[in-house]
């Protein structure tokens, strides 16, 4: 039986809170188990369930009675240190224009294939997490996935709302028959018009430093400074178990420039972005 693992990033952003909620589900050759983490403005949670709690029917997915899917989400969590109950509904997708891999999407024996579902949309309800209401009323969505067998060794990683679109990037250390590459992903949805920044269509990364991230393709250059606030810890896999310690704030201060021929398309002081950085 091959490592595997399995997860869904929802991200969802108010002006005042942040809530991401991060379903998984995981085979080793030893076990196999399901879990769901938390992560707040203030705080995150790692939930395991035994394996036999998982279901998942198309895009609709369960574990312990905990719901998600296109439709939005359904919590009813309770441990000692985690009661987390209420549900919130998702608006439309804004989905990509086509797989964020790319070509990539067909080289067998990845050790991690990314997905991007949802680059924005709307965000209504209210989930209760230890007595703290997060409440949701036309609020913003983002919903991205991963799988494979374990994350990247070395990445960095942001997303972000936009007065009129979304942002993500993620840089990452990859492995691939024997020898390793800097592989980037990244899309700049700006009033309706999409910008793909990839390895594949010729992205390089410039600077890879926990205060800046630069990218650059062809006429366009993305500039990312994060202002240095910590992160929470989050299980990710090694090897489909969830092993390791990463952190993300899911709501920090990031500076983004998109420029293109120099001039900028986009500049932005977000005060609730997500960033993690793991090199």
């Known amino acids: 039986m091959r490592n595997y693992?399995?997860?869904?990033y929802f991200r969802c952003q108010s002006e005042q809170q942040t809530?991401?909620?991060?379903?998984?589900?995981?085979?080793t050759r030893e076990s196999k188990f399901c879990a769901i983490q938390l992560i707040t403005d203030t705080q995150s949670f790692h939930i395991?369930?035994?394996?036999?709690?998982?279901h998942r029917k198309g895009d609709q997915i369960n574990i312990a009675g905990n719901c998600f899917g296109k439709e939005g989400i359904t919590l009813d969590i309770q441990t000692p240190d985690l009661h987390a109950t209420g549900s919130i509904r998702f608006g439309p997708f804004t989905p990509i224009r086509y797989d964020i891999m790319g070509p990539f999407r067909y080289v067998p024996f990845m050790q991690c294939r990314h997905s991007v579902f949802s680059m924005r949309h709307s965000v209504d309800g209210m989930i209760s997490i230890n007595g703290t209401p997060y409440i949701f009323e036309n609020a913003i969505g983002y919903l991205e996935g991963d799988r494979g067998y374990s994350f990247p060794s070395k990445y960095a990683w942001t997303q972000c709302s936009l007065p009129d679109g979304a942002l993500m990037l993620s840089i990452a250390d990859i492995p691939l028959g024997?020898?390793?590459?800097?592989?980037?992903?990244g899309i700049v949805l700006l009033h309706g018009k999409?910008?793909?920044l990839t390895t594949y269509l010729g992205s390089k990364a410039v600077k890879i430093e926990a205060d800046?991230?630069?990218?650059?393709?062809?006429?366009?250059?993305?500039?990312?400074?994060?202002?240095?606030q910590s992160g929470h810890?989050?299980?990710?896999?090694?090897?489909?178990?969830?092993?390791?310690?990463?952190?993300?704030?899911p709501s920090c201060k990031v500076f983004y420039c998109f420029e293109e021929n120099g001039t900028p398309l986009l500049e932005l002081d977000a005060p609730n972005a997500a960033f993690e950085y793991e090199y």
Do not use: N
């Open 5 to 8: 693992f399995c997860g869904w």
């Open 19 to 27: 809530l991401a909620v991060i379903p998984s589900v995981h085979r």
């Open 48 to 54: 395991p369930y035994p394996y036999f709690d998982f």
């Open 178 to 185: 024997g020898f390793h590459f800097t592989g980037i992903i």
């Open 194 to 196: 999409e910008y793909r």
């Open 212 to 228: 800046e991230i630069i990218v650059r393709q062809g006429r366009f250059v993305l500039t990312v400074r994060p202002q240095g």
């Open 233 to 249: 810890p989050l299980r990710a896999p090694v090897s489909g178990a969830m092993v390791r310690t990463i952190h993300e704030h």
